[in-house]
């Protein structure tokens, strides 16, 4: 199975501020990486696919990238209704994992 | 209308079996092939269960070692999930979800609200 490292656990930060999140891959996954917002209660929401492409609707100041097998969402200016956990899910193979979870929240 | 619902029983006993279903909306069953799920333990992180397609080809994930069963009914717009013998370990908050096939494997997309499943006596 391939694991998914996620740095940090949790991150608290101000409104305005930029956050970065990391998820390493324990072996090549070729870009095939989405990211995931869930907020308490709710299911997870897709903003990212294939490491950087952007979903419908999502707010550009998220992006994502990569390097290798370690892979970045970028909060450029972290806002009030951005708290929430977010997971990355490699799909490059069978089965399909995800990473730890990085906790978010809003000082 | 919520795309995707999950419904099942919210308690099951120890050994027993876990039976839920997601009903698909209407314009959202011709929109994709494959449909999945996903689980999630109370406060802890997501584990991809399996996906099926339209034809009830099923992938599925080792670490249920072989408790789990897919299946789909496409006349009512809806697929299926069990798990057999359960144990308090399988309790979670279980998430219906299209998959969004981008290459060989998917991302997931939309997601079911959840539903939590108790495994006690």
């Known amino acids: 199975d391939i694991q998914m490292t996620q740095s940090p656990s949790t991150l608290s930060a101000s409104v305005g501020d930029r956050v970065t999140i990391t998820c390493r891959a324990s072996q090549s996954i070729s870009s095939l990486l989405a990211w995931y917002q869930q907020k308490p209660g709710e299911a997870p929401k897709v903003l990212i696919h294939?490491?950087?492409n952007l979903e419908s609707g999502v707010p550009s100041r998220f992006s994502g990238s990569e390097s290798g097998t370690e892979f970045t969402l970028t909060i450029t200016s972290l806002q009030p209704d951005d708290f929430g956990t977010y997971y990355c899910q490699q799909y490059n193979s069978s089965p399909l994992t995800f990473g730890g979870g990085t906790k978010v929240e809003i000082k | 209308q919520v795309p995707l619902q999950e419904s099942g029983p919210g308690l099951v006993k120890p050994s027993g079996t876990l039976s839920l279903t997601c009903a698909v909306a209407d314009d959202y069953i011709s929109s994709s092939d494959w449909w999945s799920w996903v689980r999630q333990p109370p406060g802890k992180g997501l584990e991809w269960i399996g996906e099926i397609n339209h034809s009830g080809r099923a992938n599925y994930n080792p670490s249920l070692r072989g408790r789990v069963t897919m299946s789909i009914e496409k006349s009512k717009n809806q697929f299926s999930l069990n798990v057999r013998f359960v144990t308090a370990a399988d309790t979670a908050v279980y998430y219906c979800?299209?998959?969004?096939?981008?290459?060989?494997?998917?991302?997931?997309?939309?997601w079911g609200q959840g539903t939590l499943v108790t495994v006690s006596s």
């Open positions: 294939k490491a950087s």
């Open positions: 979800a299209r998959a969004e096939v981008d290459g060989i494997w998917s991302f997931f997309d939309p």
